[in-house]
């Protein structure tokens, strides 16, 4: 049995295709990358492009997808500001 992504109302929100799966099995494309870093598109493409950023769990057609754990332990180290659960008054 796995066990539903819970987050708080404060928290960035998961994109809503991820919030009944597990983490593990959840991914995101650049759109939903867009959209939980906050950046242009643009900006996607040089960040995904960073030595430091997680390899792609798969590459469709569509495009590379990034599991969320992947994503999200990134965004912990590089990005604390934007980490689920941050306190925005912390920065």
Do not use: K, Y
């Not at 009944?20 to 867009?34: F, I, T, Y």
């Not at 599991?67 to 920065?91: F, K, M, N, S, Y």
Request: contains cysteine; hydrophobic residues 35%; charged residues 25%.
């Amino acid at each position: 049995m796995t066990t539903p992504i819970a987050h708080s109302s404060n928290s960035h929100p998961l994109p809503r295709h991820c919030a009944q799966r597990p983490v593990a099995r959840c991914g995101l494309g650049g759109s939903e990358l867009q959209e939980r870093l906050q950046v242009s598109r643009a900006r996607v493409v040089q960040i995904v492009s960073r030595p430091d950023f997680p390899e792609p769990f798969d590459r469709l057609a569509g495009g590379a997808v990034w599991l969320v754990e992947d994503v999200e332990a990134w965004i912990t180290e590089h990005r604390p500001h934007q980490a689920r659960g941050a306190d925005p008054d912390e920065c």
